[in-house]
Nanobody
């Protein structure tokens, strides 16, 4: 059974850091790209970052470039999102999702339950 489980969210002050984890089971990350999405209150869900399984290329939305880093640990079958210099606008529920193929931009066919990130003083 394909499953994605996020963890690592919480309350952090502006300028702080968090590391989100996305533990995958039922499939291997070698064959599927994994993306992070977020949804802020009252806003549409947006793609934040993606790790391509084709060639290891990483992608970021402009608003997080230079602050967030996506990485993967194949041994643990887990993808991480390191978030630094957090801003209140980063607040939202963060989801990881599996792409239907190795490349980013494919249809996302499996989603985690989400983890809440709140950036506030």
């Amino acid at each position: 059974q394909v499953q994605l489980v996020e963890s690592g969210g919480g309350l952090v002050q502006p300028g702080g850091s968090l590391r989100l984890s996305c533990a995958a089971s039922g499939f291997t990350l070698d064959y599927y790209a994994i993306a992070w999405f977020r949804q802020a209150p009252g806003k549409e869900r947006e793609g934040v970052s993606c790790f391509s399984a084709s060639d290891g290329t990483t992608y970021y939305v402009d608003s997080v470039k230079g602050r967030f880093t996506i990485s993967k640990d194949n041994a643990k079958n887990t993808v991480y999102l390191q978030m630094n210099s957090l801003k209140p606008d980063d607040t939202g529920v963060y989801y990881c999702a599996r792409s239907s193929g190795r490349g980013c931009g494919s249809y996302n066919d499996a989603w985690g339950q989400g983890t809440l990130v709140t950036v506030s003083s």
